[in-house]
């Protein structure tokens, strides 16, 4: 069964560092599509950055980057120079069979990031 | 453009009770799905609908129903709540056709049963 693993309940990182935010995950699907989504205290879920199983360099959006590491199923999303607005909870998912009509997505538990000023 | 959009924002039940949560896609987003959120865990898959069809279905029991309409848009129901059911109800579009195919989330329903 296809599982997101994310290891790190909460996290702290000093503003302008850059943070790690682990995600394992597992599949037998050899196509597939991994996500990274903010979760403000709005509620509202807001799309970070995306990486295809074949795709063969690391996704990056602006100070968001994703460290891929197919052999090993994880793929870790970077945040460099934090700012105070990136408190939030952040999640991995991952999308089934690589499909980009498909409208589920398997998320993982969550990690609170807390950016200290 | 205006994101997707959910009512009620906020709303209380009591067990027993029904409710119908509504999802408006962003302008041509064809395809909706649903989620919902227990505090303090991860979004779990309800529902996906596309050109007004069921296309997926989580593991959630049958007071649990969905539909879609011509304008694209959407309604969850839940019949006879528990108190289980409290939780953050997300919708989400789809921006089909591209490569990455990510999903465009609504700020959510704030369910709660007592």
């Known amino acids: 069964a296809q599982k997101i693993t994310q290891t790190q309940p909460g996290m702290f990182v000093q503003e302008k560092e850059a943070v790690t935010l682990d995600c394992t995950y597992d599949?037998?699907?050899?196509?597939?599509?991994l996500f990274w989504y903010k979760q403000p205290s709005s509620g509202e879920m807001i799309f970070l950055i995306y990486?295809?199983?074949?795709?063969?360099q690391n996704a990056t959006e602006g100070r968001y980057s994703l460290n891929f590491q197919k052999a090993r199923k994880s793929a870790n999303l970077v945040i460099s120079a934090s700012q105070l607005g990136d408190s939030a909870m952040y999640f991995c998912?991952?999308?089934?069979?690589?499909?980009?009509?498909?409208?589920?997505?398997?998320f993982g538990q969550g990690t609170t990031l807390q950016v200290k000023p | 453009d205006a994101g997707v959009t959910q009512s009620p924002t906020h709303l209380i039940k009591t067990r027993g009770q029904h409710v119908t949560l509504r999802c408006s896609p962003i302008?041509?987003?064809?395809?909706v799905s649903w989620y919902q959120q227990v505090l303090g865990q991860g979004p779990q898959f309800i529902f996906q609908?596309?050109?007004?069809?069921?296309?997926g279905r989580g593991n959630f029991p049958d007071r649990f129903s969905a539909r879609q309409f011509p304008n694209y848009s959407s309604e969850l129901n839940v019949n006879a709540l528990l108190l289980g059911d409290s939780a953050l109800y997300l919708c989400?579009?789809?921006?089909?056709?591209?490569?990455?195919?990510?999903?465009?989330f609504g700020e959510g329903s704030r369910l709660t049963v007592l």
């Open positions: 609908y596309y050109e007004k069809e069921e296309r």
């Open positions: 998912a991952m999308r089934e069979h690589g499909s980009s009509n498909t409208g589920k997505l398997i």
């Open positions: 599949t037998s699907d050899q196509s597939y599509g």
């Open positions: 989400a579009s789809i921006r089909q056709g591209f490569n990455t195919g990510e999903l465009f």
């Open positions: 302008s041509g987003h064809k395809s």
């Open positions: 990486q295809g199983s074949y795709d063969e």
